[in-house]
């Protein structure tokens, strides 16, 4: 809602009766006291006005005494003061709430909010920087309808995944185009300072996206950064510096509360008489030395997840300085900034400059360039966290003087000294001998290995490997922008983006396994994109007719020069270069050119009669190099039209409560190609082999090797989709709502799609399926409180999405494979994928249960099935026999909708942001169920599970070794609810008064503290830690592959305190 | 002035239209296109090299489906739950289901290889139509030599997949030409007949294209390569299998072998697998592997040596797997006061101090970093063509020529001449009469299995003995009762020994179809082998 404020410095004079002329003059600022330049100020009736110089400043001459003020800008409430012979004002603007006359940026330009026909999705500047936050993506969790933005790993530095309005892509690539100042770059987000950012708009629907036709099928980003306004130098520093620290870990009991549960069950086993006396007790003789290293050798358990945790923390610093004269404005900014992960060797460094020169070389000759150089430089752990908390507690960090002592017992471990890595291998071929939880005396007969692993410790792995990530960046570009006459522009824009990654493993000896002698593997990839485009733009109004148009003509072409070099032993583990390497891996070290080109011509017409009726259509076609000549070429049309219904004369009765409705309807077509270049080509591999005498002598060799059969005739996938949006404004826009309703459907579906494996290969790539994405959103915005000292403003999203199959290459499933196989199906007439697998109807709580299944001819393929303790699978097709046939959907990956509410407080100096998000509906897969060495360590996992007939637990927890839960076949009993709501920011800030800052040069001081990840609830049925995590690597990138958590990394709660000057 | 700046625009607009046409068409600049290359002799045999390379990947499973299920090996650990451990012991246990990861990767690999076969097939006009080859024109620019030598090379090797595929998974999907995924789910399972009927054929063709040179003529350049004789030795190996076998066509081959090839035994036992002694005359084919980071190394070392060993057998720790089993470990004879069997300590090694200390030693050579050891893995040896030799010929007497061929090999091993004494405690030739004479058919059956099994063990040999000679189910059964109170019966939940017992029965001793290849397939139905 809208503000006013209003202060006279003056004195209050009587009005006089008699109308004069008088000279004015002002000073415009915003509510924080920042002038404001270039405001209009206008008597009201009249074409009278003149605007705010760069200081705020106005001066009016020869206006009536009793006129009535106009103050309008861009992004501000318009205001009207009275003048009542005052001839000094101070008038303070309110930065507009509703937005409307706000200016959306869309592909190749910008339109008025008020005459947009798409659904395009806002967020300004402010909402970004006055958040603690590491990456722009980050910022962009929960606040926009119809964006979702998965955390999948708390690594610093690691990406998420966004999707807008679901997927509509299977194999391609279904994350949305992110556009950085006009330049499509995929990784635009990662390195974007979020302080840099003036605005981030999303395109959700075709309307909108059409323009970047082939590539917008999945939605954009476009980040616009900030510029310079004609102004004297403000300088703005932001800092902040924040901890870190995990919210919650995994229930892990140490071996001794293992061995514990172990003879307590093996107690309870003991007392119920359908256990035969010999399985009564199961405690293996390893399990007993694990105990007594423990408790008799180690002396203490070593709680593997706090040894993969430390106290992290996060700084972040920003310098920045605008201004300008009229022509020619610059921004400068640098930024330096450390994000350390909880888990140990995780860290991300990054240091942005920004530069941006606008220039009028003339009056019709405007510059425009920018720089933008980034470096990052990220370490990541060599292990996950997995292996930290599957590993045993009775295996020390180090090994003490006793634990060195004892283990030299055998002879290859003489070498072991104290502070030494211990290794579970150290205590393996030794007898142990001491007392059991029971009490009773044992000795093991003969050697014993009480954990077999040969995997080393996870941190003395980490503490050996280094992975380093070095990352440089350079974005540029020139604009040169002409006026051919008063309505029609030329602009043509060169812009580069050079990338170079280096990504460094460096392993000393013996890191993972004894013997291992030293290794480092260089990755480089270099990546220069560089993109022409050229547009012209018409604009002319006649009358109420108002046109603009656009053409143009864009070439982008990128080439990948990647490299990697794999050597070994080197004469020292301190070697972070090969050049003293005494091996070089052939096989794992070569070279790569890959060329991509994309040709696009583009047109846009806007119309709009009387700014009520809105009518808008684009085309593009796009020529890319990722397909065959012939199906390379794409059309990509849109149109969208719009009603601004409150503009009615009709409608004149309810403006006093309905500021604003207008209707808002489009379609258009989009495509996506991104799949691994020449996808099209049967393309040969190295593949060599030795003849000859003696060892022999390495041949040349080539063979078409690619995983994924080559689809000759494939090309774009296209998507067609239609949007009807209503827009409404209520008392005065104080209370805005927005409705969008869409459907996509998407075609030609670039799949991989499965065949058989005699081919030589399981998948090959085509271009046939449908998939259909509905949807609704809601965004509202409310002023729920504006007083002179109080304002309370909440902003509410709500997006409902629902995908279905609808053709899959003219089969009814496709079956895709996880890591232990489990399956992803996606099958024509639902969701477009599912997981697959078997119903379970609790356990087999005994062997005469069993044995009356049997006696009833049940049969089952399943292996192992018949076992009390073991899951019980449900025979949906009531055959009598449990097999494949039983296998249906499970439950899907997606959300049924996810919402995300935002309050801002402010009360005098202090503002209160809080954000709660969350999603709900949607499974995951929880691979620990299925992670044997970790889930008989983990409580919820082993809590209440069957011991014996008469100790059937709660009837649905498998005993960890019995029956199909090792067999590594999915059944629900691994789905878990995914749904989570998280108190995900919470940030209090207080900006000094003005007068506390008047006899400093300083503009403005604020000082705040943020948490993030204040406070999550899951969904009842969830057993691990972190409700976003997804394993997103190797197979698990494929959009259908989705959803499978394990080894959930732990949330990282983060504690932030800033402060941002302004001068 | 204004219309020129147009035309100037214009021009530039235009001129770059033209230019920038070449953005898109690209070609990929790090690799060979298929359609492009197979064009001449040159590039045919770089392709048929990968081929050769294609042989590597199947062999990291191929053990798991034939030694894990003989009496040769067995998993190291009962309590093990990891993942790859449960895998191996649902193999050893005759308990692995259609959706055997393990399983798969072996079907897919060897598909994998036999598209890079005919990929080379068809660029040489060879295809197979109603049962034989038909040699067409070749796409390639080759002469008749050079056609003859490539055909030869990859017949043989496509014989050597399918005659694994059809022993361990039973008639299976001929695909002789390259397959296009839209054609691939028309076709179906082929008999077993149909199957050796391919098998005979590309193995004939190779005979009659692939180099006739003896060992002793073999350019040193192409030792390793296929030749006449090694599909010889395959074939007879096939007649052997069939099911109804021709041991007089095996003969043949086999005596034209023994007579004419050059081949002959290395002087010992622990000579055949030296790697300083590779691609010897005892080997008619073999796998290579290389050390030295040229992307050829063998994993096998690691696989097999000891699990938690630390440097102290090879570089990088071992993985403790295919395991030898007690009854493996005691068929050798060593003796310490009189012959011992010279096989044993080239074939077993032992490591600590456990009650379960031994290793696969045949594979492993010292290795600078891990899976990257030397060892070639042999296919077929100059002993096995001699012992097939015997089988085919069939028991002719305590001092017939079978008995002779079993003693030549138990001499070369270090067997002394039997005067007296124990077979059980020490080393000995098979006397012609008393003692330890082998006098009957059935006991020169065991007589000579016992001797492959020393001889050929974990060169993934034992298994398909055992089902070929019809002796899998008894033998597997009575190994299983030998190591049960050791071993077996140590499994939790307990498996009884009849249920294991049971485990293994005929249906079983095939593998099942990967249930992925079943599933994928919404045209046809494709028959499961029974059991599954």
Redo the contacts between chains.
């Keep these: 809602m809208v503000l006013c404020l209003l202060t006279t410095t003056a004195n209050q004079l009587l009005a006089q009766s008699a109308t004069k002329n008088i000279t004015v003059t002002g000073k415009v600022t915003d509510n924080k006291g920042e002038p404001i330049p270039g405001v209009s100020v206008l008597v009201k009736g009249t074409k009278t006005g003149v605007s705010t110089d760069p200081k705020g400043d106005f001066k009016f001459n020869n206006i009536p005494s009793n006129a009535t003020l106009v103050f309008t800008s861009l992004g501000y409430t318009p205001q009207e003061v009275l003048l009542n012979n005052r001839k000094a004002l101070i008038v303070t603007m309110i930065e507009s709430v509703s937005n409307i006359e706000e200016v959306v940026v869309v592909g190749y330009g910008t339109v008025k909010k008020s005459h947009l026909t798409g659904a395009v999705a806002k967020l300004k500047g402010d909402g970004l920087d006055e958040i603690a936050t590491s990456r722009l993506d980050n910022a962009l969790i929960g606040k926009m309808a119809g964006l979702t933005v998965q955390i999948n790993s708390s690594e610093a530095g690691s990406d998420p995944t966004l999707r807008i309005r679901g997927a509509s892509s299977i194999s391609a690539d279904a994350s949305p185009l992110v556009v950085v100042d006009g330049h499509p770059i995929d990784d635009g987000l990662s390195y974007v300072s979020p302080q840099d950012v003036e605005s981030v708009e999303i395109l959700k629907d075709a309307a909108s996206s059409a323009i970047y036709g082939s590539r917008g099928a999945n939605g954009v980003i476009i980040v616009t950064t900030k510029k310079g306004v004609a102004d004297k130098p403000r300088f703005s520093v932001k800092s902040y510096y924040g901890f870190k620290n995990p919210y919650k870990l995994q229930p892990i009991m140490n071996t001794t509360e293992y061995t514990n549960l172990l003879f307590q069950e093996a107690a309870l086993r003991a007392n119920d008489p359908t256990v035969p006396v010999?399985?009564q007790n199961?405690i293996?003789a390893?399990e007993r030395a694990a105990y007594i290293i423990e408790n008799q050798i180690s002396g203490t358990p070593t709680d593997w997840q706090k040894v993969a945790l430390r106290d992290a923390s996060i700084y972040n610093i920003q310098a920045s300085v605008s201004g300008g004269k009229k022509d020619l404005r610059y921004y400068v900014s640098g930024n330096v900034q450390q994000d350390q992960g909880v888990m140990k060797y995780s860290e991300n460094r990054r240091t942005n400059f920004k530069a941006s020169i606008d220039a009028n070389l003339s009056s019709k000759l405007k510059l425009s360039v920018s720089l933008n150089p980034t470096y990052t430089r990220t370490q990541t752990p060599a292990v996950n966290f997995t292996d930290y908390y599957r590993f045993l507690s009775f295996i020390p960090v180090t090994h003490t003087a006793f634990t060195a002592a004892f283990v030299d017992q055998n002879a290859?471990w003489a070498g072991i000294r104290e502070g030494d890595f211990a290794q579970?291998?150290h205590f393996?071929?030794l007898v142990y001998a001491g007392t059991m939880p029971d009490g009773s005396f044992y000795t093991s007969p003969?050697?014993?290995?009480p954990f077999?692993?040969?995997n080393n410790t996870p941190i003395s792995i980490a503490a050996r490997e280094n992975r380093f990530s070095t990352q440089y960046r350079l974005q540029g570009s020139t604009d040169l922008t002409y006026a051919?006459a008063k309505s029609l522009t030329?602009k043509s824009s060169v812009s580069g983006y050079y990338r170079d990654v280096e990504n460094d493993i460096f392993t000393q000896s013996?890191a993972?396994?004894?013997?291992?002698?030293n290794?480092g593997t260089i990755a480089t990839a270099k990546t220069i994109d560089l993109l022409?485009e050229?547009t012209l733009n018409y604009s002319h109004s006649f009358g109420k007719h108002n046109f603009t148009g656009l053409l143009g003509?864009t070439?982008?072409?990128t080439t990948t020069n990647a490299s990697q070099i794999?050597g070994?032993?080197s004469p020292s583990d301190d070697f972070t270069s090969l050049s003293q390497a005494s091996?070089?891996?052939?096989?794992?070290t070569?070279?790569?050119?890959?060329?991509?080109?994309?040709?696009s011509y583009l047109g846009r017409i806007n119309y709009d009669y009387k700014g009520k009726y809105l009518l808008s259509g684009s085309l593009r076609t796009d020529?890319?190099?990722k397909f065959r000549?012939g199906k390379?070429s794409g059309w990509f049309p849109a149109v969208s039209a719009g009603w601004l219904v409150s503009s009615e004369s009709f409608m004149d009765k309810t403006q006093n409560w309905l500021s604003n409705l207008k209707l808002r309807a489009s379609y258009g077509v989009t495509g996506n190609n991104r799949i691994a270049?020449?996808s099209y080509?049967?393309?040969?591999?190295?593949?060599?082999?030795?003849?000859?005498?003696?060892?022999?002598?390495?041949?040349?060799?080539?063979?078409?090797?690619n995983p994924v059969?080559y689809g000759p005739d494939i090309t774009w996938e296209t998507t067609n989709s239609a949007n009807l949006g209503l827009d409404f404004g209520f008392f005065k826009d104080r209370l805005t709502l927005s409705i969008d309703a869409y459907q996509s459907q998407t075609d030609k579906l670039l799949l991989q799609?499965?065949?058989?494996?005699?081919?030589?290969?399981?998948v090959?790539y085509?271009n046939n399926g449908s998939i259909r994405n509905r949807g609704f959103e809601i965004e509202l915005n409310s002023v729920n409180m504006a007083r002179k000292s109080f304002r309370w403003t909440t902003s509410l999203n709500f997006a409902l999405n629902r995908n279905k199959l609808l053709k899959l290459g003219g089969?009814?499933?496709?079956?895709n494979?996880g890591e232990?196989?489990e399956i992803y199906a996606s099958i024509v007439g639902q969701p477009y994928t599912q997981f697959f697998g078997y119903k379970t109807d609790g356990i087999w709580t005994s062997q005469a249960e069993v044995d009356a299944a049997l006696a009833a001819g049940q049969t089952s393929?399943?292996?192992?099935y018949f076992?009390p303790?073991g899951l019980k699978i449900k025979d949906i097709n009531g055959d009598g026999k449990i097999n494949?046939q039983d296998r249906v959907a499970l439950g899907k990956p997606f959300a049924d909708f996810t919402w995300g509410v935002t309050n801002s407080l402010k009360y005098k100096g202090f503002d209160l942001t809080f954000l709660i998000q969350g999603s709900q509906g949607g499974q995951l897969i929880d691979g620990d169920v299925?992670y044997?060495?970790s889930k008989?360590l983990n409580r919820n996992l082993t809590n209440n599970r069957w011991v014996s007939a008469a100790n059937p637990g709660d009837g649905k927890t498998p005993y960890?070794?019995?029956g199909i839960a090792?067999?590594?076949?999915l059944t629900d009993y691994a789905i878990e609810n995914a749904s989570y709501a998280f108190l995900r920011n919470v940030n209090l800030g207080y900006t000094l008064p003005k007068v506390f800052l008047q006899r400093t040069k300083l503009a403005s001081v604020r000082l705040y503290a943020t948490a993030d990840n204040v406070f999550f609830i899951t969904g009842k049925s969830y057993r691990g830690i972190n409700p976003e995590a997804r394993t997103v690597s190797a197979q698990y990138a494929s959009p259908v592959i989705s959803g499978y958590q394990r080894g959930g990394f732990p949330v990282n709660r983060t504690i932030t305190f800033g402060l941002d000057v302004n001068f | 002035m204004?219309k020129i700046?147009?035309i100037l625009?214009t021009a530039l607009?235009l001129q770059?239209?033209a230019s920038?046409?070449?953005?898109?068409?690209?070609d990929?600049?790090?690799?060979?296109?298929?359609?492009e290359?197979y064009r001449n002799y040159s590039?045919v045999n770089?392709?048929l090299?990968?081929?050769?390379?294609?042989l590597q990947e199947p062999l990291q499973n191929e053990w798991m489906l034939t030694e894990l299920r003989s009496d040769n090996a067995k998993q190291?650990?009962v309590?093990?739950?990891?993942?790859a451990n449960?895998e191996l012991n649902?193999l050893n246990l005759y308990?692995?289901?259609?959706?055997h990861?393990q399983i798969?990767n072996y079907?897919?690999s060897t598909?994998?290889?036999?598209?890079?076969i005919n990929?080379v097939l068809r660029s040489l006009g060879v295809t197979y139509q109603n049962g034989a080859l038909v040699y067409g024109t070749p796409t390639a620019t080759v002469t008749d030599a050079q056609k003859a030598t490539l055909i030869g090379q990859a017949l043989f090797l496509r014989a050597y997949h399918y005659f694994n595929l059809t022993r361990l998974f039973g008639g299976v999907?001929i695909?002789s030409q390259p397959?296009?995924?839209s054609l691939?789910?028309q076709?179906n399972r082929s008999s077993v007949a149909d199957c050796y009927q391919f098998i005979v054929a590309d193995l004939q063709g190779a005979i009659a294209n692939a180099s006739q040179a003896k060992y002793t003529a073999i350019p040193?350049?192409?030792?390793?390569?296929v030749n006449a004789w090694s599909a010889k030795a395959l074939l007879a190996k096939v007649y052997l299998t069939l099911p109804t076998p021709r041991p007089a066509d095996a003969l043949t081959l086999l005596n034209d072998i023994i007579a004419n090839s050059g081949y002959g035994l290395e002087s010992s036992y622990a000579n055949v697998f030296s790697?300083n002694n590779?691609?010897n005359k005892e080997i008619l084919f073999t796998v290579?592997?290389?050390?030295?980071?040229?992307?050829?190394g063998n994993p096998m070392a690691n696989s097999f040596a000891p699990?938690?060993?630390?440097?102290?057998i090879?570089?990088?720790?071992?993985?403790?797997f295919n395991y030898p089993t007690n009854s493996i470990n005691s068929a050798f004879r060593i003796s310490t006061t009189s012959f011992t069997d010279a096989r044993k300590p080239v074939t077993i090694g032992t490591y600590?101090?456990?009650?379960t200390p031994y290793y696969v030693n045949k594979f492993i050579s010292t290795v600078?970093?891990?899976n990257d050891a030397?060892n070639d893995f042999p296919v077929i040896r100059f002993s096995d063509v001699l012992l097939m030799k015997a089988e085919a010929t069939g028991y002719d007497g305590a001092a017939g020529t079978s008995m002779g061929i079993i003693n030549q090999i138990r001499e070369r091993a270090g067997a002394g001449t039997y005067t007296t004494g124990s077979f059980t405690t020490a080393f000995y030739k098979y006397p012609a009469v008393g003692t330890g004479a082998i006098t009957n058919a059935t006991d020169f059956l065991t007589a000579l299995l016992d001797e492959r099994r020393v001889e050929f063990a974990f060169e993934n040999q034992r298994f398909f003995d055992l089902v070929r000679t019809g002796q899998a189910l008894n033998v597997i059964r009575a190994y299983y009762a030998s190591e049960y109170t050791a071993f077996y019966g140590k499994y939790?939940?307990?498996i009884p020994l009849a249920t294991l017992q049971a485990n293994i029965n005929t249906d079983k001793l095939l593998l099942p179809i990967?249930?992925?290849?079943i599933?994928?397939?919404?045209e046809i139905t494709i028959t499961q082998n029974p059991g599954?």
């Design positions: 010999a399985s199961l293996t390893n290859q579970a291998r393996t071929n003969g050697n014993v290995a077999s692993s040969t051919l030329v013996n993972r396994k004894d013997g291992d002698v290794s022409w050229n003509y070439v982008q072409k794999v070994s032993n091996l070089i891996d052939q096989l794992n070569y070279t790569t050119v890959v060329p991509v080109g994309l040709i020529e890319s190099s000549p390379r270049d020449f080509l049967d393309l040969l591999y190295k593949s060599t082999y030795t003849f000859g005498s003696g060892t022999g002598t390495v041949s040349q060799g080539q063979s078409p090797d059969t799609q499965g065949t058989q494996s005699i081919t030589g290969s399981n090959f085509n089969e009814p499933y496709q079956y494979y232990r196989n393929i399943l292996q192992s076992q303790g494949e299925y044997n060495e008989k960890f070794t019995n090792a067999d590594a076949l | 204004k700046k147009y625009i607009l770059s239209l920038c046409k070449k953005v898109v068409d690209v990929p600049i790090s690799n060979e296109v298929s359609s290359y590039e770089i392709a090299t990968g081929c050769y390379n294609g190291r650990s309590s093990s739950t990891t993942n449960v649902q308990m692995a289901s259609a959706q990861q798969y079907w897919l598909y994998k290889n036999i598209r890079n990929y999907f695909v397959l296009d995924p691939s789910k076709v040193a350049a192409d030792l390793g390569r790697i590779e691609v290579r592997f290389k050390a030295g980071l040229v992307g050829l699990a938690s060993s630390g440097d102290a090879v570089n990088g720790d071992g993985s403790g600590g101090a456990s009650t600078l970093v891990k030397e939790t939940p307990v990967p249930q992925r290849e599933d994928t397939n919404n599954y």
